[in-house]
């Protein structure tokens, strides 16, 4: 689906992302986790085609996203900004998630959106204006808005910011059914929990490059690649290494009294 050639983007003097390469398939889910200033959100922006890259080149398919438009790669990738209120500008819930696949010719475009919204959990709210929602209900806007195109490919910028314990529930949910009907998606995430339970394989940014990538579980047990990225392993995982030096040291020493 992506395949990325040793791209770099420089924003002046700041190399925000060095020599990148990799390659991502239909259907993967794929969460990219990394400190502040990581790179993250440039590389999904080069992704999207917001941006283009000063070396290297980006396939998506066969095709190289230089020569495309955003406009062209609207219905193949769908990209929701961190911040919903960059991409809200309707005042009523049911025409902002209208306006995407409108936009693109789609003649059951308010069908789209009424399923997307119910996706979300906020067909109650269609008819409201969004600014009189609440940040976690603007994202989930956001969320919806993208969803209603049917992209092959949708990138999640922090998701589950703002979000409670069901919202995230939820955001768990939409990418299990989007990845059943053989979708792509792509997420920043600094929520390391929701990374384990929710994503196969993670890419981890450091200063623009890509420490490390690999199943969730193999690159939480790297201490090093995440002491260097200043990322913090999921609970679950620290919990279990820490049950294992407890009993595993109790074990030694009993052993170690039973030989002397």
Same mark, same amino acid.
């Given at each position: ?103 693109? @010719?789609?003649?059951? %475009? $308010?069908?789209? +959106?009424? #399923? ?7 067909? =109650? /709210? *269609? ?80 200063? @623009?490059?890509?420490? %490390? $990538?690999?199943? +969730?579980? #193999? ?7 995440? =002491? /260097? *990225? ?31």
């Amino acid at each position: 689906m992506f395949q990325v050639e040793n791209i770099t983007v420089n924003y002046g003097m700041i190399q925000a992302v060095r020599g990148v390469s990799f390659e991502v398939n239909q259907g993967e889910i794929v969460a990219l986790i990394g400190a502040n200033g990581a790179g993250k959100t440039t590389l999904v922006k080069l992704l999207k085609g917001l941006l283009s890259p000063q070396k290297g080149d980006i396939l998506y398919g066969r095709e190289n996203i230089k020569e495309k438009t955003v406009a062209s790669l609207a219905k193949e990738v769908g990209y929701v900004f961190q911040n919903p209120d960059d991409q809200i500008f309707q005042s009523n819930v049911l025409q902002e998630v209208m306006f995407g696949p409108k936009n693109l @010719g789609m003649k059951n %475009a $308010e069908e789209m +959106a009424n #399923e997307a919204l119910e996706m979300v959990g906020l067909s =109650h /709210q *269609a008819q409201a204006n969004p600014y009189d929602l609440s940040l976690q209900e603007r994202k989930m806007i956001a969320i919806a808005s993208v969803i209603a195109m049917d992209p092959k490919v949708m990138i999640l910028d922090e998701p589950t910011i703002a979000q409670d314990s069901v919202g995230k529930d939820r955001i768990a949910n939409i990418i299990k059914v989007l990845r059943a009907k053989g979708e792509c998606v792509i997420a920043i995430l600094h929520d390391m929990d929701f990374v384990l339970e929710n994503f196969e394989r993670v890419m981890v940014l450091f200063h @623009g490059k890509i420490l %490390a $990538e690999g199943e +969730a579980e #193999e690159v939480f047990c790297q201490d090093e690649i995440l =002491h /260097q *990225a200043k990322l913090e392993k999921p609970y679950r995982i620290a919990l279990k290494e820490k049950i294992e030096e407890i009993y595993g040291g109790s074990k030694t020493k009993r052993k170690d009294n039973e030989n002397s």
